[in-house]
């Protein structure tokens, strides 16, 4: 896990407003993944990428890209801002068959 | 596609008592779950994993039994302990195809002094 960082951490926006979370990884993994989790609930799988320059959709795509530049970097970004993705934001490489989640991002919709 | 259900949604038990939860999982082409705990504020992290050529898998406290012909796998927690207390995942996957990675609802565990 020490291997995955996300940026920033906190973040509030107001709706309409665009941001971008960035997700950056050093264990050379291929495939990496953007999860959002709402209070109380579990993890839904928003982007994907099997590689680098490869994206693809995931059960809540709406409202999100991605951009997949190099192997290390995973970004997730939110065009017009709106309440209903208040939520953590969770990047995650993959190992073998195996996720490991970043630290996540906590985002604020007003 | 893979649907995952997981149960119960909470749980308390007396420290000390076992605690188990269950997932059933509906794609047979599924051959890896894993376990992952969840404090609060804090990111999901892998406790154990089986995958389908085994039966069970222990790590100290922590044990997961799969059985291939239902469907369904447990975690089995025994001696609780406070620290224990947490949100619980399961998840199933085929390959090492990521995209097929989907997790349960998650269970609240309260593990009572």
């Known amino acids: 896990n020490a291997g995955v960082t996300q940026t920033p951490k906190f973040q509030v926006l107001k709706t309409g407003q665009s941001m971008t979370l960035q997700c950056a990884q050093d264990m050379n993994h291929n495939s990496m993944y953007w999860y959002r989790q709402d209070p109380g609930m579990g993890l839904r799988l928003i982007y994907y990428s099997a590689s680098e320059g490869t994206t693809d959709k995931g059960e809540v795509p709406n409202g999100y890209n991605v951009s997949r530049l190099n192997k290390r970097e995973f970004s997730l970004r939110l065009e017009s801002a709106a309440p209903s993705q208040t939520s953590v934001y969770f990047c995650?490489?993959?190992?073998?068959?195996?996720?490991?989640f970043g630290p996540g991002t906590r985002l604020l919709v007003l | 596609g893979e649907n995952v259900e997981q149960h119960p949604s909470t749980l308390s038990v007396q420290e000390g008592d076992s605690a188990v939860i269950k997932c059933t999982y509906s794609d047979s082409a599924s051959n890896y779950f894993p376990w992952y705990k969840q404090e609060l504020g804090k990111r999901p992290q892998l406790i154990i994993d089986?995958?389908?050529?085994?039966g069970e898998k222990k790590d100290q406290r922590i044990a997961v039994t799969l059985n291939k012909t239902a469907k369904h796998f447990s975690l089995h927690i025994t001696e609780t302990q406070p620290e224990d207390s947490a949100v619980y995942f399961c998840?199933?996957?085929?390959?090492?195809?990521?995209?097929?990675?989907?997790f349960g609802p998650g269970t609240r565990l309260s593990v009572l002094p």
């Open positions: 089986i995958r389908s050529n085994v």
């Open positions: 998840a199933a996957s085929m390959d090492n195809y990521g995209q097929n990675f989907v």
């Open positions: 995650a490489p993959l190992e073998q068959e195996t996720q490991y």
